[in-house]
T-cell receptor, first 113, second 116 residues
Framework: DVKVTQSSRYLVKRTGEKVFLECVQDMDHENMFWYRQDPGLGLRLIYF???????EKGDIPEGYSVSREKKERFSLILESASTNQTSMYLCASGVGVLGGTQYFGPGTRLLVL | GNSVTQMEGPVTLSEEAFLTINCTYT??????LFWYVQYPGEGLQLLLKATKADDKGSNKGFEATYRKETTSFHLEKGSVQVSDSAVYFCALPDPLISGGYNKLIFGAGTRLAVHP
């Protein structure tokens, strides 16, 4: 079974802090994704990566950056956390360029005070 | 670009009732279509998918048929259980602007609550 793990299930941070969310997948997938999930808005793509050291902006990249130094690991960075970044963050991985199946981690619920 | 619309919830049913969650889409061509499920406190899991028109995806008693005539991919189950209580997302690919790489577009989600 594909396994996607996220470093934390719950995080509480203060405004202005730098926040790192890490995601690791064990299936050698080329593509990895970061989404945020908010009530009434569904899932919105923040960034994705189709190869090591490659990244592409999604729909809502402002206030976020990413890092992919190794194929299995994809990090989401909040450079200076703000209260409007309080959300559920979901990482996913997958193969192929034609919208193939994505496999999701359990999510990190982030609260920014 | 492509888009997906699914019925708003919540949907509240008694155990063993019939379930339909509507999903319609707009797309260029005939992309694959997906249903994902999110159980409480968990990430999304692929429930089923269909890769071409008239295909029927099925899993765990759930079914959805890819209808190009009505641009729909409605999710159905003949007899729901309490354990089916979750949020269900319809999804399809949408080409990204750069690099030609596709992403998945998700509907807003439909919450299902099944009572004994």
């Amino acid at each position: 079974d594909v396994k996607v793990t996220q470093s934390s299930r719950y995080l509480v941070k203060r405004t202005g802090e730098k926040v790192f969310l890490e995601c690791v997948q064990d299936m050698d997938h080329e593509n990895m994704f970061w989404y945020r999930q908010d009530p009434g808005l569904g899932l919105r793509l923040i960034y994705f990566s189709y190869d090591v050291k490659m990244k592409e902006k999604g729909d809502i990249p402002e206030g976020y950056s990413v890092s992919r130094e190794k194929k299995e690991r994809f990090s989401l960075i909040l450079e200076s956390a703000s209260t409007n970044q309080t959300s559920m963050y979901l990482c996913a991985s997958g193969v192929g360029v034609l919208g193939g199946t994505q496999y999701f981690g359990p999510g990190t619920r982030l609260l920014v005070l | 670009g492509n888009s997906v619309t699914q019925m708003e919830g919540p949907v509240t049913l008694s155990e063993e009732a019939f379930l339909t969650i509507n999903c319609t889409y707009t797309a260029t061509g005939y992309p694959s279509l997906f249903w994902y499920v999110q159980y409480p406190g968990e990430g999304l899991q692929l429930l089923l998918k269909a890769t071409k028109a008239d295909d029927k995806g099925s899993n765990k008693g759930f079914e959805a048929t890819y209808r190009k005539e009505t641009t729909s991919f409605h999710l159905e189950k003949g007899s729901v259980q309490v354990s089916d209580s979750a949020v269900y997302f319809c999804a399809l690919p949408d080409p990204l602007i750069s690099g030609g790489y596709n992403k998945l577009i998700f509907g807003a989600g439909t919450r299902l609550a099944v009572h004994p």
